[in-house]
């Protein structure tokens, strides 16, 4: 989902409104004589007889707090964009416009990649375009078959990687560069839902262990909007 | 309304006594408390000081300050005064805050309209991947509600001060709040609500049914998810064309190198003539 910024307006109108109907705040219009004594101050609610306040420091722990803005609920933060990939096409890779499935996890908490010739998005992270990197991966090779990815790994920055979306619109992106880990150390990189939109395609890499049926390694192609 | 400050005063006591009590002593792997101060009271902006001085000015309804940096320091002499007065609304003494866990503490009415504190410590469970926690929180001046989500009941008979919640798949929910029991009249709502991976997602209703201000706050803890633990794309080896050589393209190299040798050998013979 796209975040959009809070609207300061709408929540500072309704305080004002707020306030304006309960008559309070801001206020200063007590008389010495309505002011309360110190053991019988007003209620929140009674602004209106509050007593003008006294100049007072500034404690040094004012500079500690960090305002986090307005809580006030704003229907436009509870959009969920419905926008996903449908489809990947690296003209480098001559992969033609493969296609892409929304993908969750397995029952070994793995991420469910689909057959050779698919691409899987982890549906749980960010959409393309989103803050954040979205993760598509697919396989090098499977059952005997090559995958969509069999040769990631020779991508080079500034190869270009086409992203469809079922809103009928393209997504372009260039990759900016080629990363390798042991496949039980994903870089929480990979997991990221924060800062500039970004691409990651993962397969694996490194040796393939026949015993295992498994390579020895994850290799991710990094991209940004071109 | 001394009896409002009263039991501002009695609350605030009981909010420090709290804190006191789950206090624990900070240990190596703890990062500190995450402690955020929401101001759910519609319509009055207030001052917080400490000793005297000013902490923090013109604190208005929906705010949200984070106070995350005094965790486990002790605020002497906390008052809260109606903003630009010197009308002191909760004399809260000294109030020691946690240094561990994850609060929220809320300025808001009473089931009988009258300002409170309260002290909510929130859920930091993992998540599993594909839902994210929603949690609502009755602050309002109302009496117990149903919370209903798409239209069916959610949470029921939350009394203010008390808390519903559940994690659920993600997506939109409708959620409407209404009186315990019934599904009308609707007093909040319906509004959508997403719910994200991996994201609690608080919700306070919050002042007066009787002044019909009734409303909704939210607050979001991300980075509660579960993501794959690992990404497994390969079961078979490929084919080999590793070198840009295709099976097919190694077949008729291995008749030509097998062709070049019988050839190499026919030389040879040819030279040993």
């Known amino acids: 989902m796209i975040r959009v910024p809070r609207s300061r307006a709408a929540s500072t109108l309704l305080t004002a409104v707020l306030i304006g109907a309960c008559g309070t705040g801001g206020e200063r219009t007590g008389t010495p004589e309505a002011q309360p004594t110190t ?11 509050g007593a003008p306040a006294t100049d007072r420091a500034r404690s040094p ?42 993908v969750g996890i397995d029952d070994r908490g ?87 939109p970004r691409l990651a395609l993962v397969t694996c890499g490194g040796t393939f262990d026949a015993a295992r049926r ?13 | 309304m001394p009896r409002t400050l009263t039991r501002l ?34 319509g009055v902006a207030v001052d917080v000081e400490a000793g005297g001085e000013a902490v923090l000015e013109g604190f208005e309804f929906g705010d949200t300050q984070d106070l995350s940096a005094f965790a486990g320091q002790t605020l002497a002499g906390l008052q809260v005064k109606v903003a630009g007065t010197d009308d002191v609304a909760i004399d809260a003494g000294d109030v ?5 866990g994850n609060h929220t503490v809320v300025a808001h009415l009473d089931a009988a309209g009258d300002p409170a504190l309260a002290v909510f410590t929130n859920d930091t469970a993992a998540i599993a991947a594909g839902q994210g926690r929603l949690t609502v929180r009755h602050a309002a001046a109302a009496p117990a509600v149903d919370v209903l989500a798409n239209g069916s009941p959610a949470f029921s008979n939350v ?3 008390a808390e519903g919640a559940a994690d659920l798949p993600v997506g939109t929910i409708s959620a409407s709040v209404v009186p315990t029991g019934e599904t009308e009249p609707v007093v909040i709502g319906p509004a959508d609500l997403a719910i994200e991976d991996g994201t609690s997602l608080i ?30 794309t390969g079961n078979s080896p490929v084919s080999d064309e590793a070198n840009g050589l295709s099976a097919a393209t190694l077949a008729a190299m291995a008749v030509l190198l097998g062709a070049g040798a019988l050839g190499v050998g026919r030389l040879a013979a040819v030279r040993t003539r």
Request: aromatic share 6%; no cysteine; proline share 8%.
């Open chain 2, 159 to 161: 009394e203010n001060g």
């Open chain 2, 96 to 100: 020691t805050l946690p240094d561990s």
């Open chain 1, 39 to 49: 053991t019988g101050a007003p209620a929140l609610d009674a602004g209106a007889s």
């Open chain 2, 9 to 42: 005063a009695a609350a605030a006591a009981l909010t420090a006594a709290a804190w006191a009590g789950t206090a624990s002593p900070v240990s190596a792997q703890d990062a500190g408390a995450r402690i955020h101060l929401l101001h759910g009271i519609p």
């Open chain 1, 110 to 196: 793995e991420l469910a990649v689909p057959g050779a010739r698919d691409v899987g998005w982890y549906r749980y992270g960010p959409r393309p375009g989103e803050p954040g990197v979205t993760v598509l991966a697919a396989h090098i090779a499977f059952d005997g078959v090559d995958g969509v990815f069999r040769h990631l790994d020779d991508l080079t920055p500034g190869d270009e990687v086409v992203v469809a979306l079922s809103d009928g619109t393209e997504q372009r992106y260039r990759v900016t560069g080629l990363t390798q880990n042991p496949k039980e150390a994903l870089p929480p990189e990979l997991w990221v839902r924060e800062g500039d």
């Open chain 1, 61 to 102: 722990l004012a500079d500690q707090l960090v305002d986090l803005g307005s809580a006030v609920y704003d229907p436009s933060e509870h959009v969920v964009d419905a926008v996903a990939p449908t489809g990947l096409r690296i003209d480098a890779l001559d992969t033609g416009m493969a296609p892409v499935l929304p």
């Open chain 2, 203 to 232: 919700v306070y209703a919050v002042g007066s049914l009787e002044d019909e201000s009734l409303t909704v706050l939210t607050e979001t803890i991300t980075g509660l998810g579960t993501t794959p633990a690992a990404i497994q």
């Open chain 1, 214 to 226: 498994s390579y020895t390694d994850n290799v991710i192609a990094w991209a940004e909007p071109a």
